[in-house]
């Protein structure tokens, strides 16, 4: 199992699952269900660090370095 990160606008505290379609950081590319995941909420939209981990449920890949 890997683990990557996403950086994202802040989302709802307390939701069961969360979807992305975000450019992915390092490695990101590689990222496949059950792999783990730790999401830091995007300085620039108004977050201050790291707020959720979960599982990877699914991965799509987008155009470039876009994940979903």
């Known amino acids: 199992m890997a683990s990557f990160v996403v950086k994202s606008a802040p989302r709802s505290e307390g939701a069961d699952w ?3 379609d975000e450019k992915t950081m ?3 590319k590689d990222v496949r269900a059950g792999d783990a995941v ?3 909420a995007a ?3 108004g977050g201050r660090g790291l707020y959720a981990r979960g599982v990877v449920t699914e991965a799509v890949r987008g ?3 876009r994940v979903s």
């Open 38 to 40: 730790f999401i830091f």
């Open 63 to 65: 155009e470039g370095s």
């Open 18 to 20: 969360l979807k992305f």
């Open 26 to 28: 390092w490695r990101g």
């Open 43 to 45: 300085e620039h939209n």
